[in-house]
């Protein structure tokens, strides 16, 4: 068996990106398999919580975790097939979600480059199923390898068993129990681009037109001037999940609110969270030593030294506000610890 090196006392505050300040019980970087089969097997941690954090990015610490940490450093990106469509790439958990985007555009594959910039670690993206610029990380995954804590296990998940949906897939529900080791793509050769969502279609023709490494640029580009950079001011990205009504509700609220923006979707209609909590009158409203960003109203800040039990009375008041003005109910997309 293994031995597993265990921090104990761990500090959290430079690995999470809000920057709140955490201790966890213990803390303890894995490869693969064998690691976690260590890990589980150790009698010290018996019975013990456990949590999977990557990049830290999209969590809200709310005190110190009695329990273990559990950090992804596996980086490894092999090819496993290719055909004349398309390439299929296994990488590994631990490699940060950006790096692999900006590999897939450099080498001319497609089906992630909308998906550039966002913060956190491979093995995240199935989890969070996700998404930026109309494109979705499910669009694009074969399969996921997974560690059961309850068989010891490794098991294959295909992408239907991944039950992916709005932010959301298995691992968020019946397999919470499982860590992810590896997730496969199928990104095709000849890629379909889509650039109808929001100003990157402008962004991309200023560029000279539709091309991975165009897209790229352009969602770089429109991050970085909407977005706070985390390492200056601690935030998650996007707090807040855009909430999916009926038909017949969307249609209510254009008739008040004709420049609504709306995206349908298989579930109903798709609201813009960001833009319901800059019209509740919330874009660069400060509590204390948080606040809703004065740029991206659908992102929370921590101005520094915030606790999670700040930003969480900040979201609440949010919630609330939108609720009063639109009847309509925000849910974080943020994972509370």
């Avoid at 990488?91 to 985007?101: F, N, R, T």
């Avoid at 897209?215 to 977005?227: G, Y």
Wanted: hydrophobic share 40%.
């Amino acid at each position: 068996m293994k031995r597993i090196e265990i921090e104990h006392n761990k500090e959290l505050k430079p690995l999470n990106t809000f920057g709140i300040a955490a201790r966890a019980s213990g803390f303890v970087a894995f490869r693969d398999r064998g690691d976690l089969a260590a890990i589980f097997a150790d009698p010290s941690w018996s019975g013990k919580s456990w949590y999977v954090m990557s990049g830290g990015s999209n969590i809200l610490l709310t005190g110190d975790y009695d329990g273990l940490i559990l950090h992804p450093v596996a980086r490894a990106i092999e090819e496993v097939e290719r055909d004349g469509e398309a390439v299929t790439l296994r990488v590994q958990a631990g490699l940060a979600w950006d790096e692999l985007v900006a590999y897939c555009v450099t080498n001319g594959y497609g089906g992630l480059e909308n998906l550039s910039g966002i913060p956190g670690f491979v093995g995240a993206a199935p989890v969070q199923n996700i998404g930026a610029y109309g494109a979705e990380v499910k669009d694009t995954i074969a399969e996921v390898e997974a560690y059961r804590f309850d068989t010891g296990v490794v098991q294959s998940f295909t992408n239907a068993e991944c039950r992916f949906g709005y932010r959301d897939s298995v691992f968020k529900h019946e397999e919470r129990g499982s860590v992810i080791l590896s997730v496969t793509f199928r990104l095709p050769l000849r890629p379909h681009f889509s650039i109808g969502y929001g100003d990157l279609s402008r962004e991309v023709e200023a560029l000279g037109g539709a091309s991975l490494s165009a897209i790229r640029q352009a969602v770089l580009s429109i991050r970085a001037a909407k977005l706070p950079d985390p390492k200056v001011l601690g935030n998650s990205g996007s707090f807040f999940k855009n909430p999916v009504v009926s038909e017949q509700e969307a249609e209510a609220l254009r008739c008040n609110y004709p420049d609504m923006p709306v995206y349908l979707v298989p579930t109903g209609v798709k609201l813009a969270a960001g833009w319901l909590i800059d019209r509740a009158g919330l874009k660069g409203y400060r509590q204390g030593r948080v606040g809703v960003h004065e740029k991206q109203a659908l992102v929370l800040v921590n101005y520094g030294g915030a606790t999670g039990g700040e930003v969480l009375a900040l979201a609440d008041h949010v919630i609330v506000a939108v609720r009063e003005r639109f009847g309509v109910s925000l849910v974080p997309e943020v994972n509370v610890l």
